[in-house]
């Protein structure tokens, strides 16, 4: 009998245990939204652009633009556990890019002054609509934390849970000036393992400084209708990955048109332009090989002319071209022959981190 009792106490304490504590939510766009384009501009705080004000993009980029990637928010609380509801809009399913980063979330707790990785995580495609609890059994001290959104779905709300009781605020944005930063599927974040590892995303953390995200999957194509966004985005410098989707007969169209207009909507403020990344496909593939070092060639010329001539000179002279590197001499950080892994995006974040920092100390940005 005192054996029953002893296991019944027991069952109890883990049922007890196993159950998810009661939360209160509350809506991530009443904390502190980071790396937001256009903030209170979009009627939908986790849109990066207002497709109804905006027009011209095609069905896929309305899609893609009022998706959330790039974007977080910032809070602290001394919950030990952290809950998150989503309410979802418009969703992609790619091949190449996880499930927790194109529908989850990816959370860094601040630790002496760095951000560290504490989880990430979504729920199974059945159970989308249902909270997910993102960490637990912490230790009820009080942390800041950083939570990374989507990076291919629209969200129509982004509820954030602490437990009953705990404490949960928003504190001030953690990263300093706004940075626009433009581009294909590399800049949206296509082939990681979750959000956080988008290289912009990389790029603020490590240096303190707040880029805004545009990455638009395989649509970056130096279109007037994307240059109209850029024109109204209220930004201290600009960079673009421009040259990954337009092969090399569109760069030579579009481009000087494209930076004309971005000087004159944005004069004094730097333009750095990357060159596309070496792509892995190219290795055996010859007509891909081509194709790629076509583009790279036009970009590479186009900049070299520009400043030829003192008049050309003085005319883009804050317009930049810097080369990002993806690829390990390994030539083994792609996921598939095109995008790089979560490794291949901290090197170009690396590769860049660099020249960009050299080139924002000209127009004190630091």
Known sequence: MKKIVILLFMLASLAAYAQDPEYVYTEASELTLV??????????????????????????????????????????????????LTKYGEMDDPTNTSHISAKGYDLYIRQGGDWLWAAAGVNSRKKMDQPYTIIKHMDGQEHECLLYFPTYSEELSIQVGVEKGATMEAIDNPFRHRIAIWG????????????????????????????????????????DYFADVLVDVDAEAFVFDSFSNPGAEMIRERLVPFIDRMIAAHPGKPLIFQQTIYRERRNFNTSEDKKEQAKMDMAAKIFKELKSTKEGREKYKDVYFIIPEACPLSHEASVDGVHPDNYGYTLWEQSIEKPILKILRKYGIK
């Open 184 to 223: 294909s599927s590399f800049t949206h974040g296509s082939s990681t393992s979750r959000g956080g590892m988008a290289y912009p995303a990389q790029f603020s953390r490590s240096t303190g400084l707040q880029m805004l995200s545009l990455g638009c999957s395989g649509r970056c194509m130096l279109q």
């Open 35 to 84: 790396g937001k384009l256009m903030p209170g501009k979009t009627a939908n705080p986790y849109h990066r652009v207002d497709t109804t004000l905006y027009k011209g993009f095609t069905k896929r980029e309305n899609m893609l633009v009022r998706m959330s990637s790039g974007m977080a928010c910032v809070f602290k609380t001394n919950s030990k556990s952290i809950s998150i």
